[in-house]
């Protein structure tokens, strides 16, 4: 890169911190014809194109590409992070035009207090086992023996946690509906419900694109709101009502997952393809009564001997 250009690069940088350079000194140099001597009074002032000698004339601060959004932010100001994130912030949830003028902050504080949540949600999003690629239709996409021993390893690491599971979410497609079935012969008498919302599809058009993945526009635009639907319909911090922490399993698919993690974690849901899951996978977020999400793991199958992992 030319020192030019460097310090272009470099002007523009400091400008998008709010310190505005306007000439960098690049080397002295030696007058000439008077150039260095007082200028009389009432002499002609230089064009303001024309660089003194020995300074190199930067960009002005509109001609620089825009920084980054973490450059623009003043120090202390938080980040990037999004209280209200899952619209459940407690001062989102009450109508301060309704304080009572007489009892002001008392009353204030006790509506606050009923809308804070007070326990932490644990979310098991489970990637489905490995299945047939080779079926047509989605009923015929069935998991393969491979997949069913994936799926009974799975289980059996998730009983062995020790925790009491609330319910199993999953995807109503049969590769989804059978890793279920396998995960629930070990964790007895925790419900299942299916849902349509955590079927597989394209949520986000992703950044840096490949090539050897592009659905249609058209798929992005269906499949997106409704992905995007299963996750402020399933992942956000726990209900006021709820007094104790609760434990779920999500078993789905690998996009749908690794939108869910992105957009939890307040990452450009875009760059949800650089992520890779296993079959079989578990990843766990943690929504803690504030609002905070943890990411406590990310498609683990440590679980699994080396020989059973697929990424299928």
């Known amino acids: 890169m030319s020192l030019r250009r460097a310090l272009a690069l470099a002007a523009c940088g400091l400008a998008g911190g709010s310190v505005l350079l306007s000439a960098v000194v690049v080397g002295k140099q030696p007058a000439r014809g008077g150039e260095g001597e007082p200028?009389?009074?009432?002499?002609?002032?230089?064009?303001?194109?024309?660089a003194p000698p020995g300074l190199l004339l930067l960009p002005p601060a509109a001609s620089c590409p825009p920084a980054a959004g973490w450059i623009e932010r003043p120090a202390g100001s938080g980040g990037y992070w999004d209280s209200n994130w899952d619209r459940r912030e407690p001062l989102a949830l009450i109508n301060l035009k309704k304080k009572?003028?007489?009892?002001?902050?008392?009353?204030l504080s006790s509506r606050l207090d009923h809308c804070k949540a007070k326990a932490t949600r644990h979310i098991f999003l489970i990637r489905h086992s490995q299945y047939n690629l080779d079926g047509r239709a989605d009923k015929d996409r069935t998991l393969t023996p491979?997949?069913?021993?994936?799926?009974?390893?799975?289980?059996?690491?998730?009983?062995?946690?020790?925790?009491?599971?609330?319910?199993?979410?999953?995807?109503?497609?049969?590769r989804a509906t059978e890793t279920t079935e396998i995960i629930s012969k070990h964790l007895p008498g925790v419900k299942k419900i299916s849902t349509d919302l955590l079927r597989e599809g394209?949520?986000?058009?992703?950044?840096?694109?490949?090539?050897?993945?592009?659905?249609?526009?058209?798929?992005?635009?269906?499949?997106?709101?409704?992905?995007?639907?299963a996750f402020r319909n399933f992942i956000h911090r726990a209900d006021a009502k709820q007094e104790e922490d609760s434990y779920e399993i999500f078993v789905c698919h690998a996009n749908v997952i690794r939108y869910i993690v992105c957009?939890?974690?307040?990452?450009?849901?875009?760059?949800?393809?650089?992520?890779?899951?296993?079959?079989?996978?578990?990843?766990?977020?943690?929504?803690?009564?504030?609002?905070?999400?943890?990411?406590?793991?990310?498609?683990?199958?440590?679980?699994?001997?080396?020989?059973?992992?697929?990424?299928?």
């Open 146 to 174: 491979l997949g069913r021993e994936q799926a009974e390893l799975t289980g059996h690491r998730l009983a062995s946690l020790g925790l009491k599971f609330d319910q199993i979410i999953h995807s109503s497609m049969t």
């Open 100 to 107: 009572n003028d007489e009892t002001g902050e008392e009353e």
């Open 263 to 312: 957009r939890a974690l307040q990452f450009p849901p875009e760059g949800w393809l650089r992520l890779s899951l296993n079959n079989g996978s578990i990843t766990h977020l943690v929504i803690r009564p504030n609002g905070r999400v943890a990411l406590r793991t990310l498609g683990d199958t440590g679980f699994m001997p080396p020989d059973k992992i697929t990424r299928t």
């Open 39 to 50: 200028r009389p009074p009432g002499s002609a002032v230089p064009a303001a194109s024309a």
């Open 202 to 229: 394209a949520p986000i058009e992703p950044d840096p694109p490949v090539s050897h993945w592009k659905p249609e526009a058209v798929q992005y635009y269906e499949d997106g709101a409704r992905i995007e639907a």
